[in-house]
């Protein structure tokens, strides 16, 4: 299975600060990689698939990037509705495997 | 819109079958190019994937699952179905059903879309 690990493991913030989570996956990946957004008792919420691209109505605020091993998830001005856990997860092969989650909370 | 609703018992007994079943509202299940997966998180944890079933029938489980699991597709009801045999309190975990989409263009490009809101499912006797 491929591994994918995220960092930080949490991380705190102020509101319109910039933020950046990594994550590398423990083979080559090409760009195969999406982000989820999940808010504490909901489902996850697609924000980024391949890597970059971001998905219908998500804020330009979030962008994604990064190919190969290592890839960054960015919010560009850190919002008080963005508070929640991060994902993770590739799609370059099966079994899928997602991070182990970044959680963002504001300062 | 699509909508994705889990259901099935919340508490199951340690050696038991969990049974959980996921209507899809709002786009058929019989669909080319979606994969309808189960997937799970613990307590506090991150999110493990278990496996996903085509509409044919095809079916594709997580190897550190494969010999408890079993899943299943009813194409007139819109629903899909998973078993997970000889559960222990380690099972204990919020279930969510997903589709996963395929979407072909230069690459093959696959994304979870719509999520089940997720049901708590706890092993205890």
């Known amino acids: 299975d491929i591994q994918m690990t995220q960092s930080p493991s949490s991380l705190s913030a102020s509101v319109g600060d910039r933020v950046t989570i990594t994550c590398q996956a423990s083979q080559d990946i090409s760009n195969y990689l999406n982000w989820y957004q999940q808010k504490p008792g909901k489902a996850p919420k697609l924000l980024i698939y391949?890597?970059?691209n971001l998905e219908t109505g998500v804020p330009s605020r979030f962008s994604g990037s990064g190919s190969g091993t290592d890839f960054t998830f960015t919010i560009s001005s850190l919002q008080p509705e963005d508070i929640a856990t991060y994902y993770c997860q590739h799609y370059h092969n099966l079994p899928r495997t997602f991070g182990q989650g970044t959680r963002v909370e504001i300062k | 819109q699509v909508q994705l609703q889990e259901s099935g018992p919340g508490l199951v007994k340690p050696s038991q079958t969990l049974s959980l079943t996921c209507t899809v509202s709002?786009?058929?299940?019989?669909?080319?190019?979606?994969?309808w997966s189960w997937i799970r998180q613990h307590p506090g944890k991150g999110l493990e994937w278990i496996g996903y079933?085509?509409?044919?029938?095809?079916?594709y489980y997580n190897p550190s699952l494969k010999s408890r699991v079993t899943m299943s597709v009813d194409t007139s009801k819109n629903q899909f179905s998973l078993k997970l045999s000889s559960v222990t309190a380690a099972d204990t975990a919020v279930y969510y059903c997903?589709?996963?989409?395929?979407?072909?263009?230069?690459?093959?490009?696959?994304?979870?879309?719509?999520w089940g809101q997720g049901t708590l499912v706890t092993v205890s006797s």
């Open positions: 709002g786009g058929s299940i019989r669909s080319d190019g979606y994969y």
């Open positions: 997903a589709r996963e989409r395929l979407i072909v263009d230069t690459a093959m490009v696959f994304y979870f879309d719509y």
């Open positions: 079933i085509y509409y044919s029938g095809s079916t």
């Open positions: 391949d890597a970059s």
